[in-house]
């Protein structure tokens, strides 16, 4: 999460609980999901999405039917989709480059699950847009991802090592429907907490506190 240090004050860090800014209201999918796994960012190293394609093969082992929705662009993306062809995924994987806003929501309202495998990640922000579609999310347990924050272990998602992501994929298919009501109670939950007003709203307390010391 985001941190502020009270302006011209020695003291505790003032933790910034969210920088959400879509609705607090859960807009959960069906019920029935495809068994799609999506990914949306930027093709970057940082973002992990060398690990996207190993990670449903090994999957697809147990669970044949997983498929994946690369969405996203950058300089990886012909890394991502020569893995595709060499592990002969072609019909399994599509990569469809970046996509509205709308469709972006309307493909986490359809997906199994979101995998951000970001080694990497400033807040995370499509997790918490993912859990407003009642998606659950697969995110990388690293040092400098951020993410790791919004996905509390089982309840809205699992937090796993690199190498457990085929486990994880997996996971999240046999648990189905009981772990999307979960994401979507959590969210309920957390909206407004996460939420970019009451980050504001506690940015400026701590300013009135700082001034007033």
Not at 54 to 74: F, K
Not at 195 to 206: G, H, L, N, P
Request: hydrophobic share 45%; net charge negative.
């Amino acid at each position: 999460a985001r941190r502020l240090r009270e302006h011209g004050a020695r003291g505790p860090v003032t933790r910034l609980p969210g920088l959400y800014t879509g609705a607090t209201e859960a807009e959960p999918g069906p019920a029935e999901r495809e068994p799609m796994v999506l990914f949306a960012g930027r093709h970057i190293r940082e973002k992990g999405v060398d690990l996207i394609v190993p990670a449903l093969a090994r999957a697809r082992e147990r669970a044949p039917q997983l498929r994946a929705v690369v969405l996203g662009d950058g300089p990886e993306r012909d890394g991502v989709s020569a893995a595709v062809r060499a592990a002969g995924l072609e019909g399994v994987v599509e990569l469809p480059g970046f996509v509205s806003a709308d469709e972006l929501a309307a493909r986490l309202r359809e997906a199994a699950c979101l995998l951000l495998p970001s080694r990497r990640e400033g807040y995370g922000m499509v997790v918490v847009e993912a859990a407003a579609a009642g998606t659950p999310a697969v995110v990388v347990d690293a040092p400098d991802n951020a993410a790791v924050e919004l996905v509390e272990h089982g309840v809205n998602g699992l937090v796993v090592a690199p190498e457990a992501l085929a486990d994880a994929l997996v996971e999240i298919v046999e648990r189905g429907e009981e772990l999307r009501r979960s994401t979507a109670a959590w969210f309920a939950r957390r909206a407004t907490e996460i939420s970019a007003d009451r980050s504001a709203a506690q940015v400026a307390a701590a300013y009135r506190a700082s001034a007033r010391s």
